[in-house]
């Protein structure tokens, strides 16, 4: 959880026996990634768990200033990778390790449209956003006694999509997410945990907050 969103988090879990631990974590940075996504899970109290639950969230949009065609500076597209793709992967290996004595164990992408459909602008966004659902979905078909889940909440007003607003070269992009009805982040936050909950799901597909 992070320090800016854990007086949420401590708000909704009011009523319930919880713990909260904020944690800031670079993902981008190479050297030690593997035990500062390890320290992460060591924050779980060590006791018996009936499951264990990983939603993935972490990543950036591109400079959506650029076009596919220029894109060409190698260090920004290796960072740029290392940080939404590797780290992703990374997080999601080191949690099934540590947490695979636990009988159940869930690992939730969450994804976007843009996994699906191409975006002008966002061409680095969309070829990561589709790379994270397809390893999830091989994670799934490696894995039968994982519940894997990608998630697609809709589009929520942020700091990302205020940039991406300004930013974008492409019109359609621009008028997207000025037209575009935002949904709330608790409304798309109960779907996900309803279909969780339900379990009625395949494993490693894909649902839309508004499928």
Same mark, same amino acid.
């Given at each position: 959880?992070?320090?800016?969103?854990? *007086?949420?988090?401590?708000?909704?879990?009011?009523?319930?026996?919880? %713990?909260?631990?904020?944690? @800031?974590?670079?993902?981008?940075?190479?050297?030690?990634?593997?035990?500062?996504? *390890?320290?992460?899970?060591?924050?779980?109290?060590?006791?018996?768990?009936?499951?264990?639950? $990983?939603?993935? !969230? #972490?990543? @950036? %949009?591109? #400079?959506?200033?650029?076009?596919?065609?220029?894109?060409?500076?190698?260090?920004?597209? /290796?960072? +740029?990778?290392?940080?939404?793709?590797? @780290?992703?992967?990374? &997080?999601?290996?080191?949690? &099934?390790?540590?947490?695979?004595?636990?009988?159940?164990?869930?690992?939730? !992408?969450?994804? =976007? $449209? %843009? =996994?699906?459909?191409?975006?002008?602008?966002?061409?680095? +966004?969309?070829?990561?956003?589709?790379?994270?659902?397809?390893?999830?979905?091989? &994670?799934?078909?490696?894995?039968?006694?994982?519940?894997?889940?990608?998630? @697609?909440? *809709?589009?929520?007003?942020?700091?990302?999509? /205020?940039?991406?607003?300004? !930013?974008? #070269?492409?019109?359609?992009?621009?008028?997207?997410?000025?037209?575009?009805?935002?949904?709330?982040? /608790?409304?798309?936050?109960?779907?996900?945990?309803?279909?969780?909950?339900?379990?009625?799901?395949?494993?490693?597909?894909?649902?839309?907050?508004?499928?």
């Amino acid at each position: 959880v992070s320090t800016q969103s854990t *007086g949420e988090v401590k708000c909704a879990t009011e009523g319930f026996k919880s %713990a909260v631990f904020p944690i @800031s974590v670079d993902f981008s940075a190479r050297q030690g990634l593997e035990g500062r996504c *390890g320290a992460i899970c060591d924050q779980a109290p060590d006791i018996k768990y009936e499951e264990a639950v $990983l939603i993935n !969230n #972490h990543a @950036s %949009a591109n #400079h959506s200033g650029d076009k596919m065609a220029e894109f060409r500076d190698v260090e920004y597209m /290796d960072t +740029y990778m290392f940080l939404n793709m590797t @780290s992703f992967q990374v &997080l999601t290996s080191v949690f &099934l390790e540590r947490f695979q004595g636990v009988e159940r164990r869930v690992c939730v !992408n969450i994804s =976007s $449209l %843009a =996994s699906l459909q191409p975006m002008p602008s966002l061409g680095f +966004y969309c070829t990561i956003k589709a790379a994270r659902m397809m390893a999830y979905k091989v &994670l799934a078909a490696e894995n039968p006694d994982i519940r894997v889940l990608n998630w @697609s909440p *809709g589009p929520m007003k942020s700091a990302m999509t /205020d940039d991406i607003t300004k !930013n974008t #070269h492409s019109d359609s992009i621009r008028q997207f997410f000025q037209s575009e009805p935002w949904i709330a982040t /608790d409304e798309s936050a109960a779907k996900m945990l309803k279909i969780l909950a339900d379990n009625n799901y395949t494993s490693g597909e894909q649902i839309d907050v508004y499928d």
